[in-house]
């Protein structure tokens, strides 16, 4: 029997079985949120254009490998400037602005040394051109590298018998392991890279070499010592600072009894007088022209010679070796007024009244270095006495030869090599399809550039504003956690001089995962949920198998923004209605 | 980067609701709930909870609830707590959501007497500091010197301090909780869950609309009134072991104030009368732990 | 078995009896005694259900009402203020069709104070849409419990079953209480709505549009009507059971009556008396008692009275600036009738003063005499 309304339990007082979806709430307002990843500061700076965001998000997260899959998106020697880069991604660093930046060098170390990877093919589907490249120091090495990635067949030629270029032969063991790098190699060589040592290269092998390959990268660095005209300069004793280093490298110095002047304020003078202590020298001074400050040596380096007992003497320029039966006994200098003329040319002047007088057991003289061009004489390369390239595509004038690195730039930092060695990949890769440059480099700017991303040429990254780069401001600091950079272990000045250890002591694997933590993400989705969680709509959707983005439902979403306001990293970004 | 998929608990709360855009409340329902889960029931009395919860015959709550009276937020539950008992349905919780005006007001002698027979239900104070679900009108959660419809010159009596009218009562636990800190909230609304007699959560949530300021402010809101120890984070359980549960920046009352516009009146001797307050009153707290 | 009790305690043995699941209650006088009874079966493990002591009446109806929507058999009882402060829960439990059963003892509403008998709490109650059953003894009342059980239950309103502070709630009378076997017969176990299911979770009680409201009260007054026929059953079935009903009114001595005397609750006891008294002494009179006030039996009561042209109203309760509440009530169920009645209105026993056979006779006398019928009430006041 059928219960009269009056009656009916399901009709007698309003009870709500419909959901409230029935509602079109969407229709409130006409802004929506996207989610539009951004470039990091700290991705931005890096000439490289390393992914810092991702490596460290998988590092916090405990896996490694994924760490280092990420720099090797962008990188092939993630365990050399992990150890040796001179991180501008430091320095720009968000959390910077907050509590300290992240230890991003010693955690793309960590990446090196915890994980392990094949770097991602670039997934080229047009056609296989052999490249060949000339000098295996980083620039090279990072042009064939990212060549090989592409499945371009790449031919290394080095000069040495050794590949690494300063990386093998410069930079001394106490910044760069050789296992470390050897590591690096090893994983560059894996993709099938083959290199041919001990041939030097000219005009006449360059001009068969070009014949034979669809295009040609000279990585040939800056390894010509400057030879100031100074008396005495050939004494028993003086020595050029990269072939001191190399020395030193080769283990044909393995000791340096007495005295040792360095002459030179960069980072081979120090590198230098570091090397010297660490051989058993009794005293070891650096004398350069530049005053304390404006050294060009880096100021972490400068600082650990000091605590390693170095002499810094300032504003002293060479004026003489003096020697004893030809070998180097002293060195005079006169005072330096200034370092640079009235347009910024290097043109030191000096202060002939003033002297100083230094025993010397031995000389390194590390006044600079510049490319050495003499082999291509002859060659359409050296017709203005430099190697002139297009700054964009590295092109030189001559078809279809490529240079960058310090042999264009002269001396500069690893990463910088590095950076060029990639330019050039992209810019060969374009080169040989016909395709212009400037548009796949404009399509992966990072930031403002010069950085940017070649993995993302390839796999393009949906979603990503490669060109919007995240201010502190951007990101909502209430939400913050503190927790300050901490200092990292490092041996002791005694512990650093009794042999070549590496000064830094890598992180493990704990810390490693807890200073990866400290990182934003700045831009970086690491679907922390935030935005879907504090949505009071219920309307923002999480990624799911059909789309890997947050995104609003357009039915129900308010347009209140605070999931953009939640976001910490800074990807939720505020638009309007498609 | 490539966001994994996870799992995550079931929704109670449904899109198409009522709330105002940036609505902190309907945040901390969200939260509350899907710590809760839906296999429980769901009081609600007049309160902009109530609003949201749906008009006849939608509901934004997936989950049995009623709408009952506005004082009587407690004594419903423990109604419906008592009735599941007898029924045998011992398993599912009965969690009940009153405004603060609702708590604060007109509600307390309901909820004072249910904890006192420490009733057995979960209770959920939304606090956004007035009646907002009338038009903003000053209750007695209201802080000083704050704007309302009825204290047009900003109020003029302290904010009650309902955490110690509650743990007077020595009710197995009380906390506060806010929208800023999900991880926080969500953990009590488990803790409570597992525990029997009357839970009570004094829960920030702030309100665009009443206290004046843009949309996207709530979560920011209310982390900055814990991180200026305005709303500190703490429990007491069995009604005299305080434990504070976030040591907060510490950060001046400005950063919290200036977000609203409900205090855009203040004059300079008011904001260092408020941190005065605040100050003593933190201290006071640290006493108790 | 027979039981020599106060109605208060009448009221608590049907409560038992009823196998109530939830009783709410907060204390206030003269109603208490339901209260401690009750509490004390509890303490003694042999009440059945479970007490709630709330901190006021206010909560004792919302833990009532939420308890009964969840699906069981609840019970409160109080009087006077304690009813007054319920007021608006009464409305939300009658609005959410809960099908709660109180005891009122009725009592004075201050001000001024005072603790005996008025009605006018219970029917300023009026308007909830509570059914309303008005007690004359102690046995109907804990019959009028048990009934008001399955009243409620079966057509999904709350009820209140009324008496009246001491003439009632303290005055020991013997009544037959019948055995639980056969409590349970009658009314069987409590199968209302359980409305908070989680398996299929639903929105009780959320805010409605104009058009929605209106016609949920329209259902309400539709249950409300046929509460009528519900009541006569209920009661009807509970003669079967146990050999005595009590009907919507009562009508003694109608035929051939020219004035009928219309009461309520314990004055319609006294009446009895005094009406057989003045019968003998050949006055034609009758008497009507009004037993169900909401809903109000309005078609049997015009049908009663169509023969009889003179009805007096004699109540202990009053409506400022009207009347007695029962007067205005029946004026207004006889205004259709065929033919017109003289419907004199007398107050008596307000604040508990007694109402005794003399009064009554005068009552009677003066309305039989009466030429002219007033629109005021007739104050039939105890001398200082």
Same mark, same amino acid.
């Given at each position: 029997?059928?219960?009269?309304?009056?009656?009916n339990?399901e009709?007698?007082?309003?009870?709500?079985?419909?959901?409230?979806?029935?509602f079109?709430?969407?229709t409130?307002s006409?802004?929506?949120?996207?989610h539009?990843?951004?470039t990091?500061?700290?991705?931005?700076?890096?000439?490289?254009g390393?992914?810092?965001p991702? =490596?460290?998000?998988?590092?916090?997260?405990?896996?490694?490998?994924?760490? !280092?899959s990420?720099?090797?998106?962008?990188?092939?020697l993630?365990?050399v +400037?992990?150890s040796?880069?001179y991180h501008?991604?430091?320095t720009?660093?968000?959390r910077?602005?907050w509590?300290?930046?992240v230890h991003?060098?010693? !955690?793309?170390?960590?990446?090196a040394?915890?994980?392990n990877?094949?770097p991602?093919?670039?997934?080229?589907?047009?056609?296989?051109?052999?490249?060949?490249?000339?000098?295996?120091?980083?620039?090279?090495?990072s042009?064939?590298?990212?060549l090989?990635?592409?499945?371009?067949?790449v031919?290394?030629?080095e =000069?040495?018998?050794e590949?690494?270029?300063?990386?093998?032969?410069a930079?001394?063991?106490?910044?760069?392991?050789?296992?470390?790098f050897?590591k690096?190699?090893?994983r560059i060589?894996?993709?099938?890279?083959?290199?041919?040592?001990?041939?030097?290269v000219g005009?006449?092998k360059?001009?068969?070499?070009?014949?034979?390959s669809?295009?040609?990268?000279?990585?040939?660095?800056?390894?010509?010592?400057?030879? =100031?005209?100074?008396p005495?300069?050939?004494?028993?004793?003086?020595?050029?600072?990269?072939d001191f280093?190399?020395?030193?490298?080769?283990?044909?110095?393995?000791?340096?009894?007495?005295?040792?002047?360095?002459?030179?304020g960069?980072?081979?003078a120090?590198?230098a007088?570091?090397?010297?202590?660490?051989l058993?020298?009794?005293?070891?001074?650096?004398?350069?022209?530049?005053?304390?400050?404006?050294?060009?040596?880096?100021?972490?380096?400068?600082s650990d010679?000091?605590?390693?007992?170095?002499l810094f003497?300032?504003?002293?320029?060479?004026?003489?070796?003096?020697?004893k039966r030809?070998?180097?006994?002293?060195?005079e200098f006169?005072? +330096?007024?200034?370092?640079?003329?009235?347009?910024?040319?290097?043109?030191p002047?000096?202060?002939?009244?003033?002297?100083?007088?230094?025993?010397?057991?031995?000389?390194?003289?590390?006044?600079?270095?510049?490319?050495?061009?003499?082999?291509?004489r002859?060659?359409? !390369?050296?017709?203005?006495?430099f190697?002139?390239t297009?700054?964009?595509?590295?092109?030189t004038?001559?078809?279809?030869?490529?240079s960058?690195?310090?042999?264009?730039?002269?001396?500069r930092s690893?990463?910088?090599a590095?950076?060029?060695?990639?330019?050039?990949?992209?810019s060969i890769?374009?080169y040989?399809l016909?395709?212009?440059?400037?548009?796949?480099?404009?399509r992966t700017?990072?930031?403002?550039?010069?950085?940017f991303?070649?993995?993302?040429?390839?796999?393009?990254r949906e979603?990503?504003?490669?060109?919007?780069?995240?201010?502190?401001?951007?990101?909502?600091?209430? +939400?913050?956690?503190?927790? =300050?950079?901490?200092s990292?272990?490092?041996?002791?000045?005694?512990?650093?001089?009794?042999?070549?250890?590496?000064?830094?002591?890598?992180?493990?694997?704990r810390?490693?995962?807890?200073q990866a933590?400290?990182?934003?993400?700045?831009?970086?989705c690491?679907?922390?949920?935030?935005c879907?969680?504090? +949505?009071?709509?219920v309307?923002?959707?999480p990624?799911?198998?059909?789309?890997?983005?947050?995104?609003?439902?357009?039915a129900?979403c308010?347009?209140?923004?605070?999931?953009?306001?939640?976001?910490?990293?800074?990807?939720?970004?505020?638009?309007?209605?498609? | 980067?490539?966001?994994?998929?996870?799992?995550?608990? /079931?929704?109670?709360?449904?899109?198409?609701? #009522?709330g105002?855009?940036?609505?902190?409340?309907?945040?901390?329902?969200r939260?509350?709930?899907r710590?809760?889960?839906?296999?429980?029931?769901v009081?609600?009395?007049?309160?902009?909870?109530?609003?949201?919860?749906g008009?006849y015959?939608?509901?934004?709550?997936?989950?049995p609830?009623?709408?009952? /009276?506005?004082e009587? /937020?407690?004594?419903?539950?423990?109604?419906i707590?008592? #009735?599941?008992?007898?029924?045998?349905k011992d398993d599912?919780?009965v969690?009940?959501?009153?405004?603060?005006?609702?708590?604060?007001?007109?509600?307390?002698?309901?909820?004072?007497g249910?904890a006192?027979?420490n009733?057995?239900?979960i209770?959920?104070?939304?606090?956004?500091?007035?009646?907002?679900?009338?038009g903003?009108?000053?209750?007695?959660?209201?802080p000083?010197?704050?704007?309302?419809?009825?204290?047009?010159m900003?109020n003029?009596?302290r904010?009650?301090?309902?955490?110690?009218?509650?743990?007077?009562?020595?009710?197995?636990?009380? #906390?506060?909780?806010?929208?800023?800190?999900?991880?926080?909230?969500t953990?009590?609304?488990?803790?409570?869950k597992?525990?029997r007699g009357?839970?009570?959560?004094h829960?920030?949530?702030?309100?665009?609309?009443?206290?004046?300021?843009?949309?996207?402010?709530s979560?920011?809101?209310?982390?900055a009134?814990?991180?200026?120890?305005?709303f500190?984070?703490?429990?007491?359980?069995?009604?005299?072991?305080?434990?504070?549960?976030?040591r907060?920046?510490?950060?001046?009352?400005?950063?919290?104030?200036s977000l609203?516009?409900?205090?855009r009146?203040?004059?300079?001797?008011?904001?260092?009368?408020i941190?005065?307050e605040?100050?003593?009153?933190?201290?006071e707290?640290?006493?108790?732990? | 078995?027979?039981?020599?009790?106060?109605?208060? &305690?009448?009221?608590?043995?049907?409560v038992?009896?009823?196998?109530?699941?939830i009783?709410?209650?907060?204390?206030?006088t003269?109603?208490t005694?339901?209260?401690?009874?009750?509490?004390?079966?509890?303490?003694?493990?042999?009440?059945?259900?479970i007490m709630?002591?709330?901190e006021?009446?206010h909560?004792?109806?919302?833990?009532?009402?939420s *308890?009964?929507? $969840?699906?069981?058999?609840a019970?409160? *009882?109080t009087s006077?203020?304690?009813?007054?402060?319920?007021?608006e829960m009464? &409305?939300? *439990?009658?609005?959410?069709r809960?099908p709660?059963?109180?005891?009122?003892?009725?009592r004075t509403?201050?001000?001024?104070w005072a603790?005996?008998?008025?009605?006018?709490?219970?029917?300023s109650?009026r308007?909830?849409?509570?059914?309303q059953i008005y007690?004359?003894?102690?046995?109907?009342?804990?019959?009028?419990?048990?009934?008001?059980?399955?009243?409620?239950?079966g057509?999904l309103?709350?009820?209140m %079953?009324?008496?009246?502070?001491?003439?009632?709630?303290h005055?020991m009378?013997p009544i037959?209480v @019948?055995?639980?076997?056969?409590?349970?017969?009658?009314?069987?176990?409590?199968?209302?709505?359980?409305?908070?299911?989680?398996?299929?979770?639903s929105?009780?009680?959320p805010?409605?549009?104009?058009?929605?409201f209106e016609?949920?009260?329209?259902?309400?007054y539709? $249950?409300m009507?046929?509460?009528?026929?519900v009541?006569?059953e209920?009661?009807?079935?509970?003669?079967d059971?146990?050999?005595r009903?009590?009907?919507l009114?009562?009508?003694?001595?109608?035929?051939?009556?020219?004035?009928?005397?219309?009461?309520?609750?314990?004055?319609?006891s006294? $009446?009895?008396v005094?009406?057989?008294?003045?019968?003998?002494?050949? &006055?034609?009179?009758?008497?009507?008692?009004?037993r %169900?006030?909401r809903?109000?039996?309005t078609?049997?009561l015009r049908?009663?009275l169509?023969?009889? @042209?003179?009805?007096?109203v004699?109540?202990?309760?009053?409506?400022?600036g009207?009347?007695?509440?029962?007067?205005?009530?029946?004026?207004?169920?006889l205004?259709?009738?065929?033919k017109?009645? &003289?419907?004199?209105?007398?107050?008596?026993g307000?604040g508990?003063?007694?109402?005794d @056979?003399d009064?009554i006779?005068?009552?009677?006398?003066d309305?039989?005499?009466r030429?002219?019928?007033?629109?005021? @009430?007739i104050?039939?006041?105890?001398?200082?």
């Amino acid at each position: 029997m059928s219960l009269p309304d009056w009656l009916n339990p399901e009709k007698i007082i309003p009870i709500s079985r419909g959901s409230t979806t029935v509602f079109k709430t969407g229709t409130w307002s006409g802004n929506r949120p996207e989610h539009r990843e951004k470039t990091s500061p700290c991705r931005a700076a890096c000439p490289a254009g390393n992914n810092i965001p991702d =490596a460290l998000f998988a590092a916090s997260q405990g896996n490694f490998d994924d760490a !280092l899959s990420a720099f090797l998106e962008e990188s092939p020697l993630p365990g050399v +400037c992990g150890s040796v880069c001179y991180h501008p991604c430091e320095t720009y660093c968000n959390r910077d602005k907050w509590d300290g930046s992240v230890h991003i060098r010693t !955690l793309e170390r960590a990446a090196a040394d915890y994980g392990n990877a094949i770097p991602i093919p670039l997934a080229n589907s047009g056609e296989r051109y052999p490249v060949a490249v000339v000098g295996s120091g980083p620039a090279g090495l990072s042009a064939a590298y990212h060549l090989a990635r592409m499945g371009h067949p790449v031919s290394v030629i080095e =000069a040495r018998d050794e590949a690494g270029g300063l990386l093998r032969f410069a930079i001394p063991l106490y910044r760069l392991p050789q296992g470390v790098f050897q590591k690096d190699l090893k994983r560059i060589l894996s993709l099938g890279i083959s290199i041919n040592t001990g041939e030097k290269v000219g005009t006449k092998k360059l001009e068969e070499i070009r014949a034979k390959s669809s295009a040609v990268f000279i990585a040939s660095g800056a390894q010509r010592s400057i030879k =100031a005209e100074i008396p005495g300069l050939d004494l028993e004793g003086v020595l050029p600072g990269l072939d001191f280093l190399q020395k030193v490298r080769r283990s044909v110095l393995t000791e340096l009894p007495g005295k040792v002047v360095v002459i030179g304020g960069g980072n081979v003078a120090v590198d230098a007088a570091r090397s010297a202590r660490r051989l058993g020298a009794d005293k070891v001074e650096v004398v350069c022209l530049e005053q304390r400050g404006d050294m060009p040596a880096h100021e972490r380096e400068w600082s650990d010679a000091l605590e390693e007992g170095i002499l810094f003497h300032y504003g002293w320029g060479p004026k003489r070796f003096l020697g004893k039966r030809s070998r180097a006994s002293r060195v005079e200098f006169a005072g +330096c007024t200034s370092v640079f003329d009235s347009k910024g040319r290097f043109s030191p002047s000096y202060e002939e009244d003033e002297s100083l007088m230094l025993d010397a057991d031995w000389v390194i003289l590390a006044i600079g270095q510049v490319p050495d061009i003499s082999p291509y004489r002859a060659s359409p !390369l050296a017709e203005r006495g430099f190697v002139q390239t297009d700054p964009i595509t590295l092109a030189t004038t001559w078809e279809g030869v490529f240079s960058g690195g310090d042999f264009v730039t002269g001396p500069r930092s690893v990463v910088e090599a590095i950076a060029a060695g990639k330019r050039a990949a992209l810019s060969i890769h374009c080169y040989t399809l016909g395709k212009p440059f400037s548009e796949a480099e404009e399509r992966t700017l990072l930031g403002d550039g010069p950085g940017f991303s070649i993995h993302s040429f390839f796999h393009p990254r949906e979603g990503w504003d490669p060109k919007s780069v995240v201010r502190f401001e951007d990101i909502e600091s209430l +939400c913050l956690d503190q927790e =300050a950079r901490r200092s990292l272990g490092r041996l002791s000045p005694v512990e650093r001089t009794t042999g070549f250890h590496e000064v830094d002591i890598p992180l493990d694997l704990r810390e490693a995962v807890q200073q990866a933590g400290r990182c934003f993400f700045c831009g970086t989705c690491t679907g922390c949920d935030r935005c879907f969680l504090y +949505c009071p709509e219920v309307s923002l959707l999480p990624p799911d198998e059909n789309c890997s983005f947050y995104r609003a439902d357009d039915a129900f979403c308010k347009g209140c923004a605070v999931c953009a306001a939640v976001c910490p990293r800074g990807v939720m970004t505020m638009g309007e209605v498609k | 980067m490539v966001v994994k998929a996870q799992s995550r608990p /079931a929704e109670v709360l449904r899109p198409g609701h #009522a709330g105002c855009p940036g609505c902190g409340h309907a945040m901390g329902m969200r939260m509350v709930l899907r710590a809760l889960g839906n296999r429980a029931v769901v009081v609600v009395v007049p309160s902009c909870v109530a609003v949201i919860s749906g008009p006849y015959p939608y509901a934004a709550l997936n989950v049995p609830m009623f709408h009952s /009276a506005f004082e009587i /937020a407690a004594p419903t539950a423990a109604g419906i707590s008592q #009735a599941l008992k007898i029924q045998g349905k011992d398993d599912i919780p009965v969690l009940a959501f009153a405004g603060d005006g609702g708590t604060f007001d007109i509600g307390l002698q309901s909820l004072s007497g249910a904890a006192d027979r420490n009733e057995d239900f979960i209770y959920v104070c939304m606090d956004n500091e007035a009646y907002m679900n009338t038009g903003i009108q000053v209750s007695s959660a209201t802080p000083r010197y704050a704007w309302t419809g009825t204290s047009p010159m900003g109020n003029t009596r302290r904010k009650k301090h309902i955490m110690e009218i509650m743990a007077a009562h020595r009710i197995p636990y009380a #906390a506060t909780a806010c929208i800023g800190f999900a991880d926080d909230l969500t953990a009590k609304v488990k803790k409570a869950k597992e525990m029997r007699g009357t839970r009570f959560l004094h829960l920030l949530s702030p309100c665009p609309t009443g206290w004046k300021m843009e949309q996207h402010l709530s979560p920011k809101a209310a982390v900055a009134a814990v991180e200026t120890n305005i709303f500190p984070l703490y429990e007491i359980f069995g009604g005299s072991e305080y434990v504070i549960n976030y040591r907060s920046k510490g950060l001046p009352v400005e950063t919290y104030l200036s977000l609203q516009g409900r205090y855009r009146h203040l004059r300079p001797e008011d904001v260092k009368s408020i941190q005065a307050e605040t100050d003593r009153n933190w201290e006071e707290l640290k006493r108790r732990v | 078995m027979k039981k020599f009790i106060t109605g208060n &305690h009448a009221v608590a043995e049907a409560v038992r009896l009823c196998r109530t699941q939830i009783v709410a209650a907060y204390p206030i006088t003269p109603q208490t005694p339901i209260y401690e009874k009750l509490s004390d079966w509890e303490a003694a493990g042999e009440l059945g259900g479970i007490m709630m002591r709330t901190e006021s009446e206010h909560s004792a109806m919302a833990a009532c009402l939420s *308890a009964s929507l $969840a699906g069981v058999r609840a019970f409160t *009882a109080t009087s006077s203020q304690g009813l007054a402060l319920m007021h608006e829960m009464l &409305h939300f *439990a009658s609005g959410c069709r809960a099908p709660v059963v109180m005891a009122c003892v009725n009592r004075t509403l201050a001000a001024p104070w005072a603790f005996w008998s008025d009605q006018t709490d219970s029917l300023s109650q009026r308007d909830t849409g509570w059914i309303q059953i008005y007690c004359e003894d102690n046995q109907e009342v804990f019959d009028s419990v048990i009934q008001a059980f399955r009243i409620a239950e079966g057509v999904l309103l709350p009820c209140m %079953v009324v008496l009246e502070a001491n003439y009632i709630s303290h005055f020991m009378e013997p009544i037959e209480v @019948p055995e639980q076997e056969q409590t349970d017969r009658f009314l069987p176990p409590v199968k209302i709505p359980e409305r908070f299911d989680v398996d299929n979770p639903s929105f009780v009680a959320p805010v409605v549009s104009q058009v929605q409201f209106e016609a949920f009260r329209h259902l309400s007054y539709e $249950a409300m009507s046929n509460a009528l026929d519900v009541i006569e059953e209920v009661d009807r079935d509970f003669g079967d059971h146990f050999g005595r009903n009590y009907g919507l009114v009562e009508a003694v001595g109608l035929d051939g009556a020219e004035l009928a005397l219309v009461t309520t609750a314990t004055i319609t006891s006294t $009446a009895r008396v005094a009406l057989a008294g003045l019968r003998e002494k050949g &006055h034609r009179v009758g008497l009507v008692k009004i037993r %169900v006030f909401r809903p109000f039996p309005t078609r049997i009561l015009r049908e009663i009275l169509e023969p009889v @042209p003179r009805v007096a109203v004699l109540e202990r309760n009053l409506s400022l600036g009207r009347e007695g509440i029962f007067c205005s009530e029946l004026k207004a169920a006889l205004v259709n009738s065929e033919k017109p009645h &003289h419907v004199q209105g007398y107050l008596a026993g307000m604040g508990g003063t007694n109402v005794d @056979p003399d009064l009554i006779e005068r009552v009677v006398i003066d309305a039989l005499s009466r030429e002219r019928v007033s629109d005021e @009430p007739i104050w039939m006041m105890e001398k200082k």
